[in-house]
């Protein structure tokens, strides 16, 4: 969230709207950088991006993901767009594995997934992961991809 207004002679244009709708309405050609950082849970955008943006071999994009799902899998649940992308994790629910671990690992897997469904090869990926402080805190997961088209 920007702390300062905008100003109307700043040289970028500022969008203040839900961000499924943007991406409903937008050209998403028109840009080539996402960040999805919708109140911890980026992969309902990620997937509507996949839905609408297709890349050209070879075209270069970059997805940064802000994902607190990390609240959830402490319960045990996998959200919908987590199964959207890679199915029901063997772990989840068994109290087996720590649950920031298994969020990183689950947040790997769901930019693989995302990646093969857009039709592009990763060529960095950076994913760090953490606990947000205080009373109630959560798993959270930072990470960047960028990629390039690899299908027509």
């Not at 991406?23 to 109140?39: K, P, Q, T």
């Not at 402490?74 to 594995?97: M, Q, V």
């Amino acid at each position: 969230m920007d702390r300062r207004p905008w100003r109307s002679d700043e040289p970028h244009h500022r969008l203040v709207l839900d961000n499924l709708a943007a991406i409903e309405r937008l050209r998403l050609g028109a840009y080539n950088v996402y960040d999805c950082d919708s109140y911890g849970d980026p992969w309902a955008s990620a997937l509507a991006i996949a839905a609408k943006r297709t890349w050209a071999p070879g075209e270069v994009g970059a997805l940064v993901l802000t994902d607190g799902t990390g609240r959830q899998l402490r319960y045990g649940a996998l959200l919908k767009n987590h199964e959207r992308l890679i199915g029901r994790h063997p772990d989840l629910g068994t109290g087996t594995r720590d649950v920031l671990s298994l969020t990183m690992e689950i947040h790997s897997q769901c930019v693989g997934a995302w990646c093969k469904r857009c039709g592009v090869e990763a060529t960095w990926y950076h994913r760090a992961g953490g606990y947000t402080g205080g009373v109630g805190s959560q798993n959270m997961v930072y990470s960047a991809v960028v990629f390039r088209g690899i299908t027509a």
